[in-house]
């Protein structure tokens, strides 16, 4: 019985066995180092389960397990560079290591090394696979630009919905779906594809994959609030000091009165001149006096269960879904 | 007949009927001031006509080039970033129009999108096409790497192969070669692949567009030392001005005597301390003493020469041709 490890192990061997480094080296050094740093690698292993799901060879999908993951790991590189962040995985960024030119030039060259990757092994869908990858992508700018956008928007409260400057609950979780759930539930579908699964089963495996891919973001939400430092290698809170409009605060400010919403609001503004572990620290007793932790446990939970629903209800050889679940559980399991 | 105007005009059609925003608008619009900007739209009327040329139905073909133009403009996008260009077509750089992180978003959905146009018509030999795309714009990205690299490298003088930090001329014309050449032999390659032209007849187009590709760089270079500025719309000496190891100074370094390099070599390393005009005017002097406007008229003579003599060589109606010879006058007669 193959599972969760198993297709790891594969996705693993493909990336060991590939070479990424080529002339000019300015351009592919940068590349090299980006692939091997790492990663949990899950969107070449669900593609891969996908295909073995419903029958499929999983050596006629490598291609396409690299291409997501070169994909994935261009649109990171180029966020790191547009969020101006220092590190990813523990290591330096590219824009950081090399410069900002380097970063957009080999981003762009990752982004055709994906292409390549995918047209490297023929499928009689391949016309389809390609374009659920390419609206996949398209989707995936679309959802960082609005996160973007998000950035200079203040939080709505219960009620409003497309106020004027301010990220509803609704805005945020269609943002989540296209920055990160569309990619997880894509790989799924590629993967589905090149097994030639029938069009009911692709479609139930892609809802599948939006669910987990919308509890996985929710979760990363709450880690940031809750999270163990120890486990997750990250600070608490760091959402709270960059005031960014996660799950959190506006799932919050629903469950805010008049009195807390206004602290809130003013909290997220940085109009209190207080430092910033003061400020952490009043944002987590508001979360705490309106039971935050709970409600947002509950969403997640309905996701996870949406996400189930779908698994359960597809139609293949249950032992199959082993991987499956595992990664559902794994991911799960990240809020312990 | 069709004329090279003929099939202008099918591509402005394409352009014009084609609508560009969407949500979020903070991304789109970007898109659609640069896919509006114009230009001279060469590559996708190359792609068609070389479609008509093996007497393929162009409709077929119009998703591509689309498709092409949408892939050089994202090109340019990126490179005006990296360049840090403040004007593109006399109108503003998106960088500056908007800012950097929206010139890098804006870019790689660009890039996105040429996929989806080149996804929209299916074609038999779709896969092959695909992949040409695909592997022209690795090199197109290799090229900008190599034409950065440049610039914090030296004139290498004749002789001189690969030294060190040094560009010999091999190398310049290897990396506009993949700048500049292979997207128009890969627009041609393309079109004549639609109308599923013979592999021989393809490959003679590929190569009529490298030459095609080279002598319109050289001719570019040429223009900064010679052009008309009224007619150019562009300062002469602006590349002696940014030290550009282009063509001119590479090939006159080649014609000088020990003397007149180590002034040349000077010159480009900044080291007299000359205001700028003083040193345009003391290129330009070395340039006339050692006959290099007549050497590179040569060079760029022998490079049309060589894509004529592979489009006389193509078996198909002459009149057919009738659209790429325009467009090689067209090039050549630029300067004039």
Chains 1, 2 share one sequence.
């Not at 193959?2 to 066995?17: N, P, Q, R, W």
């Not at 409260?157 to 497309?162: A, L, V, Y």
């Amino acid at each position: 019985m193959k599972d969760l490890k198993y297709y790891l192990k594969v996705v693993e061997g493909i990336f060991e066995s590939e070479v990424f480094v080529a002339e000019p080296k300015e351009l592919y050094e940068p590349i090299d180092y980006t692939l091997r740093l790492g990663g949990k690698r899950i969107r070449p292993t669900l593609l891969l389960a996908a295909d073995a799901l419903f029958g499929g060879n999983i050596e006629e999908a490598k291609g396409a397990a690299l291409g997501i993951e070169t994909f994935h790991n261009f649109t990171l590189l180029h966020d790191d560079l547009m969020d101006r962040s220092p590190l990813r995985r523990g290591q330096p960024t590219v824009y950081c290591k090399w410069d900002e030119n380097t970063a957009i030039l080999s981003g762009d060259t990752m982004y055709a090394l994906a292409w390549r990757y995918f047209l490297r092994q023929p499928s009689p869908r391949l016309h389809e696979i390609l374009q659920c990858f390419n609206e996949t992508a398209i989707e995936v700018c679309e959802g960082q630009q609005k996160d973007m956008n998000f950035e200079r928007s203040g939080v709505a409260t219960d009620g409003e919905q497309h106020c004027r400057g301010r990220v509803s609950i609704d805005e945020y979780m269609d943002m989540i779906r296209q920055k990160t759930a569309v990619l997880l539930a894509g790989a799924l579908k590629i993967g589905a594809l090149y097994a030639g699964a029938p069009e009911e089963e692709v479609e139930k495996l892609y809802r599948f994959g939006i669910h987990l891919g919308l509890a996985f973001q929710l979760q990363d939400d709450l880690l940031d609030g809750y999270g163990d430092t120890a486990v997750f290698g990250k600070k608490t809170g760091q959402d709270i000091r960059d005031n960014k409009k996660t799950y959190l605060p506006l799932r919050a400010a629903q469950l805010c009165n008049g009195e807390q919403q206004r602290e809130l609001e003013n909290l997220f503004a940085d109009k209190d001149n207080i430092d910033e572990e003061e400020k952490v620290r009043r944002v987590m007793a508001l979360y705490e006096a309106v039971g935050l932790k709970g409600e947002v446990e509950k969403a997640i939970g309905a996701e996870f269960a949406l996400a189930e629903e779908m698994l359960d209800g597809i139609v293949a050889d249950e032992e199959r879904k082993l991987p499956l679940r595992e990664l559902m559980e794994m991911l799960n399991g990240r809020k312990k």
